[in-house]
Nanobody
Framework: QVQVLESGGGVVQPGESLKLSCAAS????????MSWYRQAPGEERELVAS???????KYADFVKGRFTISGDNGKNLVYLQMNSLNPEDTAVYYC???????????????WGQGTQVIVSS
């Protein structure tokens, strides 16, 4: 069973930075995509950034130039460096991973529990 675990959330002031990490574990045969989503209170979950095989990167317009997604495909890790944070970035950030696992190469599509990011003065 494939699982993902996020870390790195916290409370910061406007203009500061945070780096989120996500590690996928399990019998992963290949990873198709790893992504970061976020969900603010009362809002729908939205895509922040994704990195897919072979190294295609996408960003939501609201984070371009401020956030950087990076990954270590061999270790099934993905990071989100967040700079110039503002209060509108306050949300629970979720890691998502999809790919194939096990000898049968079963498809998986999993979410982490989320990590809270609060930007407040």
């Amino acid at each position: 069973q494939v699982q993902v675990l996020e870390s790195g959330g916290g409370v910061v002031q406007p203009g500061e930075s945070l780096k989120l990490s996500c590690a996928a574990s399990g019998k992963i045969f290949s990873m198709s995509v790893m992504s970061w989503y976020r969900q603010a209170p009362g809002e729908e979950r939205e895509l922040v950034a994704s990195i897919s095989d072979p190294r295609t990167i996408k960003y939501a317009d609201f984070v371009k130039g401020r956030f950087t997604i990076s990954g270590d495909n061999g270790k099934n890790l993905v990071y989100l460096q967040m700079n110039s944070l503002n209060p509108e970035d306050t949300a629970v950030y979720y890691c998502h991973a999809a790919g194939y696992s096990g000898r049968r190469r079963d498809a998986f599509d999993v979410w982490g529990q989320g990590t809270q990011v609060i930007v407040s003065s």
